[in-house]
Structure formats: structure tokens, C-alpha cells
């Protein structure tokens, strides 16, 4: 028995059972209640999963209360100083940071995996010329698993590498066709010359006649918004890799799954939406005051989005860290840029939100979204890419958890229930004789 525990009395029948307390390395106590319905014959309630664990991990850490996140223990704060998302990479796979010769390996090992097979060409032609690059990157990401299905063994810790290789290799150059696609320009292969970030940006902006290079400047801040999005514990899409996963099925499936659900603007569509936001309030005739008051008002299903946070009720460090480049980058830009109104209208809302009462109440700061939106848009980044970069990022984090999970020899089928409040039992009646 642990040695902490918790007693549940049910007041009506007086059964007692002792619930066993878990302690994780940092974060709330957790109550193990796998025994209590065979014991007392109850569920539990939680719908949002707001205090219930799903499962153990040792990928990231949060602190909600706190505005903290760690990567494999390490503070977000020092990764975005010091690291590179490729390094980040490699850290939330494998648990540690590498040595040189480790991150050259890492490095050089992903370089073979760049390329997509080239049948895979055809599959992005049979899409609607203005198809959503996210739509495209759920249906691409699950091709994979017709490409690759024979080779994946999802019980033996080789091939599951294989495919997390895979998959953060290949997702970069996914994305930057999906693009190519929308804008009908030629497919540009990957160059392994250059580096992650760089060959990502290359493979999205480069044209055959153009010896295209991105600023160093460019791709640091791509990169920057790589590390802060690559992994955020037990959000909705990384539950879902791991719910979709937990039935042994194929790994590029189960991340395709994880597409589909950040694609929404609740979570990784959040990004997109701000920029939605800003463009409808640019382009009224009212002021954002107006916007600040119908987001408050519960008759409205109006949100400000980029605000807000399941998980935050401090600042998001994430938008703590981004807040400081959105503003430096805004604030070199010139008055005469086409963007100054939308961005203008931005800080206004930053600026007014914090000072409200009602956001302030809710903890209702801004979130990693609402600047990273800004930023995509700055950096010329288009609108309908910019969820499609956040699951570039995110690949790694999705990887390393269903590659947590899979490697987990307790773990089972995820299969929550449920407190049905539909119809008692009811006899069938013939359609002749029904009102
Ligand atoms: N604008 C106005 N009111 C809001 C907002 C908002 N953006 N977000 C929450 N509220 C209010 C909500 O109406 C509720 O008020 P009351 O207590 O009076 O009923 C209160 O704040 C709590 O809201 P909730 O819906 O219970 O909070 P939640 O934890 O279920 O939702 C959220 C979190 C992120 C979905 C939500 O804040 C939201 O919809 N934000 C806008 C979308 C957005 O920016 N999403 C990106 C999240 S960060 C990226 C990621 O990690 O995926």
C-alpha cells in the first residue's frame, strides 16, 4: 500500500476504500481511483479532464499556478536562449541532450530519412487547388502509414525509432509541399547541406531559377517558435496520439490523428484564428473596445483568440519568451509596412486586456498563439500555414509520447466511460403505428 492515502466512504451504503496517493517528481498529488469502481462500483465525473491524470510521463512539465515548463526538466527560458529545436528534438526523444558527436549522429541520421517516396508526389496532385494545408497534412501524414506499414512493428523499440525518424524528417518537407501545392509552384526537394530549420524554409520559399537562402535572422525566429511549440505535455492532440496509439495502431496514423485535433482553433488553430480576429477588427468600423466588450459578453459566443489557457492561470513563460521578439520585430518595422494596422490593433488588445477586470479576473492573459500568429505574419508567413508549423513543431512531442506510451510494458488500450443520460431501455415500435 502506499504510504499515502485517501478514504472514499460512500454515505449511503458505508463501504469504505482506501485509495492509494501517487507523487510524481513536481505537481499535485495524484489519487490512483483504478480500484474504485471494482470496490465501490462508481465512476468518476471529469469531463475536460480538468483533475484527472491520464497517464504517467516523463516528457514536459507544467506549473499552471507558476507559469513553468520544462522540457525533460530543463526551463523552457534556457532552451530558447541556448538550444536549437533540433537539439530540443533529440532531448525530448531520447530524455537527454546530446554530446557533439551524439547530435551529429542524430543529425545525420535524419538527413537520410528527408525525402518522401516519390509516389507520395501524386497523392498531393489530387487535391482541390484550394484544399486547407492542414486538411492535406492530416491525409499526408496518414499516406504514410500505406508507405510504410509493412516495415512498422509498434512492439519492438527499433522500428518504432525508425519511425519517429522518420516522421520528424519527413514532416518538414509534408509541410513545405502542402504549400507549394496551394500556391502552384514546383516542389522543391530537400537540400542536406543545410540545416533543419534552414532546409524546411528552403524547401517552402526556394524556387528552381532562385538560389534562395533564408537570413539568419529569419531562420532563428523560425526556430525559436519551433522550440516553443514542440511539446506540451497532455494538451488534446498529444492525448489523442496517445488514445489513438494505445490500440497498437500505426504510428503515422496515430499522428495524423493528432493533426486533426490541433487543427481547432481551441488549441493549434489558435494561431490562424488571431490573425482572423485582427484582420475582421482592422477592417470594421468599430473599435477594439467593442471587441473587448462582446468577448466579455456571455450572449456572445465571440472569444478573443490568442487569450486564455486550460493550463495557465499565470502568464503562458511560452508567451512570456515570444512577447519580447513580437515586439523587437514590430517595432522595426516601418510605419508604411501593410501589416502596421493589424499589428497596431494587436498591441491595443494586448495592452487593454491586461488592464480589464474581467480578463484579469480569469486569468485571461495572452498565450503563445497570439503571438506567434503575429509573428508568422511578420516573417511573410502565410495565414493558412501557420497551424501547419505548429504541427511541424509539435511532431517531436507527439513522437516522444507515443513512443512513452508504446515502450510502457503496463500500458493498455485507453477507454474511458462514461454516465449515460440517454433513454431507459424502450420497446421497438413498428413505423406504421409511431406519431
Ligand atoms: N475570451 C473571452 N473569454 C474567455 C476566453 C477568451 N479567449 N477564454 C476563456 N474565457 C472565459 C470563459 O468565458 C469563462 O468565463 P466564465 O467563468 O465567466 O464562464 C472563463 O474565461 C473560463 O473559460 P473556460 O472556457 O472554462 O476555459 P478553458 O480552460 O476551458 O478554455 C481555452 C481554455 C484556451 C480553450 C480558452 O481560453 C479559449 O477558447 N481561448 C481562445 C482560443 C485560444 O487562444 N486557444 C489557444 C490555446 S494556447 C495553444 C495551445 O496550447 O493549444
Known amino acids: 500500500m502506499a504510504e499515502r492515502t ?5 454515505n449511503t451504503t458505508g463501504k ?3 485509495l492509494p496517493v501517487l507523487e510524481g517528481t513536481n505537481g499535485p498529488r495524484t489519487i490512483d481511483i483504478g480500484k474504485l469502481y471494482k470496490n465501490l462500483g462508481y465512476f468518476t465525473y471529469d469531463p475536460g479532464f480538468v483533475s484527472t491524470a491520464s497517464c504517467d510521463s516523463q516528457i514536459t512539465y507544467i506549473d499552471g499556478e507558476q507559469g513553468l515548463l520544462r522540457y525533460r526538466g530543463y526551463p523552457i527560458e534556457q532552451l530558447a536562449e541556448h538550444s536549437t529545436f533540433l537539439e530540443v528534438c533529440y532531448l525530448l526523444l531520447h530524455g537527454e541532450l546530446p554530446n557533439k558527436d551524439k547530435f551529429d549522429a542524430f543529425e545525420n541520421r535524419l538527413k537520410t530519412h528527408t525525402l518522401l517516396d516519390e509516389k507520395m508526389r501524386r497523392f498531393y496532385l ?11 497534412m492530416v491525409a499526408t501524414v496518414g499516406a504514410m502509414s500505406a508507405f510504410y506499414h509493412d516495415q512498422i512493428d509498434v512492439h519492438d523499440a527499433t522500428s518504432r525509432e525508425t519511425a519517429a ?3 520528424i524528417a519527413k514532416v518538414p518537407t509534408m509541410a513545405a509541399w502542402v504549400y507549394k501545392y496551394t500556391v502552384g509552384q514546383p516542389f522543391i526537394y530537400p537540400d542536406n547541406r543545410f540545416d533543419y530549420v534552414t532546409n524546411f524554409l528552403y524547401m517552402m520559399f526556394g524556387l528552381p531559377p532562385v538560389n534562395y537562402r533564408p537570413s539568419p535572422s529569419f531562420v532563428r525566429a523560425m526556430d525559436l517558435i519551433l522550440i516553443l511549440h514542440a511539446d506540451h505535455e497532455q494538451n488534446a492532440s498529444t492525448s489523442t496520439v496517445r488514445l489513438a496509439g494505445s490500440s497498437g495502431a500505426n504510428p503515422y496514423a496515430a499522428l495524423s490523428a493528432g493533426i486533426s485535433s490541433l487543427w481547432g482553433p481551441a488549441h493549434g488553430g489558435a494561431n490562424e484564428a488571431v490573425i482572423n480576429m485582427l484582420e ?3 477592417q470594421s468600423d468599430k473599435d477594439v473596445n467593442y471587441y473587448i466588450e462582446r468577448a466579455k459578453d456571455k450572449q456572445s459566443q465571440f472569444r478573443l483568440m490568442g487569450f486564455g489557457h486550460r493550463v495557465y492561470k499565470n502568464y503562458d513563460p511560452r508567451a512570456k519568451i515570444i512577447r519580447e521578439v513580437c515586439h523587437q520585430l514590430l517595432g522595426e518595422l516601418g510605419e508604411d ?3 502596421r494596422p493589424l499589428f497596431d490593433t494587436a498591441m491595443e488588445l494586448e495592452q487593454i486586456a491586461l488592464e480589464d477586470d474581467y480578463f484579469i479576473q480569469r486569468k485571461l492573459y495572452p498565450n503563445v498563439d497570439f503571438y506567434s500568429g503575429i509573428i508568422l505574419r511578420a516573417m511573410g508567413i502565410p495565414l493558412n500555414m501557420f497551424t501547419v508549423i505548429f504541427a511541424l513543431a509539435r511532431t517531436v512531442g507527439w513522437i516522444s509520447h507515443w513512443k512513452e506510451h508504446m515502450s510502457d ?3 493498455r488500450i485507453g477507454r474511458p466511460r462514461q454516465l449515460y ?7 421497438y415500435v413498428h413505423i406504421d403505428e409511431r406519431d
Do not use: C, K
Not at 127 to 136: G, I, Q, R, V
Open 6 to 10: 485517501v478514504t472514499v466512504t460512500d
Open 16 to 18: 469504505v476504500v482506501e
Open 126 to 136: 489530387g487535391f482541390h487547388n484550394n484544399s486547407h494545408p492542414m486538411a492535406m
Open 165 to 167: 525518424y522518420r516522421l
Open 280 to 282: 475582421d477588427i482592422v
Open 337 to 339: 509596412n501593410p501589416n
Open 409 to 411: 510494458p503496463q500500458a
Open 421 to 427: 443520460t440517454g433513454e431507459d431501455q424502450r420497446n
